[in-house]
Each structure stands twice: as structure tokens, then as C-alpha cells.
């Protein structure tokens, strides 16, 4: 399985930059490299949905469905793609899905809308639920076995996955990194505020995958870092334990000094698709043997970075920055994650899946991007450090 290494690694770097036109471009080409290196292995793309955008256009929703071309038929996992609800595609997952319909196992990555699209919660797992059905509806003429289902996803991904688990009745299995668990309470984590999630504790417990378990819950295995502040490893082990009060089996594979999205680098990449690889295969009946989760365990990070490094997208960012156009204008960013403009209004500023986004007044979020050591853009304005903090 090592011949997707390299690849992987392009797909990672991709994965969350661009227009949703240029994601989906570059979804397409990452497929079509994978592709051509396994060529027993088919991936066939299918619109599953046609939404209508406030701005009165339409939007095309597309999944990838990537199996064994001979033999079947198979179990299949569903992936969704992290990116904090506003960015990213069905290239994150890529390499996870074509290992495991090397080993017999369907994989399919579907996208769903963005913040940006007019979607908040219930029309992202609105999308979700549908592209699970619509493969529902056709799985004998894919070729599937859905009474064998597994979902899996990572970050806001992890969210809705998780919460799409559990609403899926042929769901025995689901494999979850660093995922928001509990929208209402959140441990302290960065992700998940603001209203995406509902205005109330009831509109936010029923977006979260802890107040809703299904009896029997799926078999879970949950991935994450111990260093990340974006969404706290204290929501794997509550959700994990959540699931084992309901009668089901839950655990939690947690890497020392890992951060934020660490599954799509190496060495987690590898570590984590094997473990994802055997779960499924064993809750699905291709092999006898339960994963041992020392198996995928790794030593802890040499040079976790800190918080505050200089090499740290968010330690970057924090200090005075003036507009390289408008110098009357600037900004200061603050490490308890506030910013403040030189006219005095107060924002925030969120760090998810590795990438930055400030968020305006109105709550829409714009992408905050690294240019040169001393240079960043904030949505179409780029600015000049003066200072850092």
C-alpha cells in the first residue's frame, strides 16, 4: 500500500485551497492519479443532488464511488471531508478510499454544501443523508452490500459523519478524526462556535452526534492529537464513552503532541488508514481478527510545534498588519484568537483543518493566507507585518 504515499501527500497539500470550482478541479485530477495507478479499481462520479443557491443559481453535488472491479459485492464506507464547514472537497479521503477498495472494501466521498453555498447544519447533513441514499437506492447495480456500511470523516467532516452514523440503519461501523462530537459543550475547543449549529441548546444538541446514539451504536474508532486546541481530544473520549454507556464497543487512538488534521500527514497518514483499513474489515467480515490499537500507536511527536512558534499557522499570525494598499488601515491579531481594526472593531479570528479564516461582523468567514514571512492576505486585501507580539 506504500504506492499511494506520494500522492497522498499532493492531495493533502491541495486539499481546502481554492474556489469550490478550483477544489472540485483539483478532486477530479487527484482521482484521476489514484486511478491511474490502481487500475483494478474503478472510481465513477455521480451527481447525486442539484441544489438551488440563494443567489438563484444552481449547484451540482457530486460523489465519488471507488471499488474493486471484479468480485463483490462489497461493504461500503462513506467519507466526508473536513474544512470547517467552509471549504474543501472529496480529495481529502482519496487515498483512504482507494486502499481500501484495494482490500475489497467501496469507498465513496460526496461533498456537501458550504457556509458560503447558504448551508449551515441542517442542509450539510441534509446533503449527506441524501448522497447516502442515493447510493441506497442503486447499491445492487453498484455492486454494493449495504448491509455492510461504515461512515468515517475528519473535523467539521468528523461532525457530520458521526451524526450521519448514527441516523443510517445499515451503519455497523464508523471511524471518526478529531471530530466535534458535542456542539454544545465543547470543551474548550475553537471550532464550532458561532450559529451553524443552532441558537439554542436544543438546536445544538440535536446537531451533535452524542445526544443522538442509535441502539446498537456502530463499532467506533476515533483518532486524535493530544496537541489540538481546535477541537479538544476531550471530545473523543466523551463521545467514545457515550457510546460504551449505549452497549457499544468505542475507543480511542490518541497520538502524542499530533495537532489539527494530523491524519493527512505523515507518519499519522499511514498509521491511521491501517487502523481505519482493519477496523472496517473486521466489523465487516473479511478477516476474524479485532484491530489492537498499540498496532497503530506512535512515539510522540519529536518537535510538536508550540503555540506560539513562528512555524505555526496561528503563532504566524498574531501581531499588527497594515493594508498594503490602504496603510490607514490595519489589523492586530490577538492570541486569544480576537482581532481588532484600527478603528476599533472587535472580530475573531478561527483556525481549522490548517487553515485561517477571520470572521466578520456578519458572520460570514473569509480565508486568511500566509503570502511570504511578512505578507498575508485577508479575504481580497493583502497586508504588510509591522509588528509581531
Same mark, same amino acid.
Given at each position: ?53 440563494? $443567489? ?32 474543501? &472537497? ?36 441534509? $446533503? ?32 457530520? &459523519? ?18 466535534? *462530537? ?21 438546536? @445544538?444538541?440535536?446537531? &451533535? ?53 494530523? *491524519? ?7 498509521? &491511521? ?106 479575504? @481580497? ?7 509581531? @507580539?
Amino acid at each position: 500500500m506504500r504506492i499511494f504515499i506520494l500522492v497522498a501527500l499532493c492531495a493533502a497539500s491541495a486539499f481546502g485551497k481554492g474556489t469550490w470550482e478550483e477544489q472540485q478541479a483539483r478532486a477530479e485530477e487527484i482521482s484521476a492519479e489514484y486511478q491511474a495507478m490502481n487500475p483494478a479499481v474503478s472510481s465513477e462520479r455521480f451527481v447525486f443532488k442539484t441544489v438551488a443557491l440563494p $443567489d438563484g443559481s444552481k449547484l451540482d453535488l457530486d460523489m465519488r464511488v471507488v471499488r474493486p472491479k471484479q468480485g463483490g459485492p462489497f461493504p461500503v464506507v462513506f467519507f466526508v471531508h473536513g474544512g470547517a464547514w467552509a471549504t474543501g &472537497s472529496k480529495a481529502q479521503f482519496t487515498h483512504e478510499s482507494f486502499v481500501l477498495a484495494d482490500q475489497g472494501i467501496a469507498g465513496v466521498r460526496m461533498e456537501y454544501r458550504w457556509k458560503s453555498k447558504g448551508a449551515k447544519y441542517p442542509e450539510a447533513i441534509g $446533503d449527506v443523508m441524501d448522497a447516502i441514499d442515493f447510493v441506497r437506492q442503486r447499491a445492487k447495480e453498484l455492486n454494493l452490500d449495504f448491509t455492510r456500511v461504515g461512515l468515517a470523516g475528519g473535523s467539521a467532516g468528523g461532525h457530520l &459523519s458521526a451524526i450521519a452514523a448514527q441516523l443510517t440503519p445499515e451503519c455497523i461501523c464508523y471511524d471518526g478524526y478529531n471530530g466535534l *462530537f458535542d456542539a454544545y459543550e465543547r470543551n474548550g475547543g475553537k471550532f464550532g462556535g458561532g450559529d451553524y449549529t443552532g441558537t439554542t441548546e436544543a438546536e @445544538k444538541k440535536k446537531a &451533535s452526534a452524542i445526544y443522538l446514539i442509535k441502539t446498537p451504536p456502530p463499532d467506533t474508532f476515533l483518532y486524535h492529537g493530544t496537541a489540538d486546541t481546535t477541537v479538544v481530544i476531550e471530545q473523543a473520549y466523551r463521545f467514545a464513552e457515550a457510546i460504551r454507556a449505549k452497549g457499544g464497543n468505542a475507543e480511542v487512538l490518541a497520538y502524542e503532541g499530533a495537532g489539527h488534521a494530523f *491524519f493527512n500527514k505523515e507518519p499519522y497518514q499511514t498509521a &491511521s488508514t491501517q487502523a481505519l483499513l482493519d477496523h472496517t474489515s473486521y466489523l465487516f467480515g473479511l478477516t476474524d481478527q479485532r484491530p489492537d490499537l498499540s498496532k497503530y500507536k506512535l512515539p510522540p511527536k519529536a518537535n510538536a510545534e508550540r503555540k506560539d512558534s513562528p512555524m505555526n499557522a496561528a503563532g504566524f499570525l498574531v501581531g499588527d498588519w497594515r493594508q498594503e494598499d490602504d496603510p490607514g488601515k490595519s489589523f492586530t491579531f490577538n492570541s486569544d484568537y480576537t482581532a481588532v481594526s484600527v478603528a476599533g472593531a472587535k472580530l475573531k479570528w478561527e483556525e481549522s483543518d490548517g487553515q485561517l479564516f477571520i470572521i466578520w461582523k456578519s458572520g460570514t468567514l473569509a480565508p486568511i493566507k500566509r503570502l511570504s514571512a511578512n505578507r498575508i492576505s485577508v479575504g @481580497k486585501h493583502t497586508y504588510l507585518r509591522e509588528s509581531t @507580539k
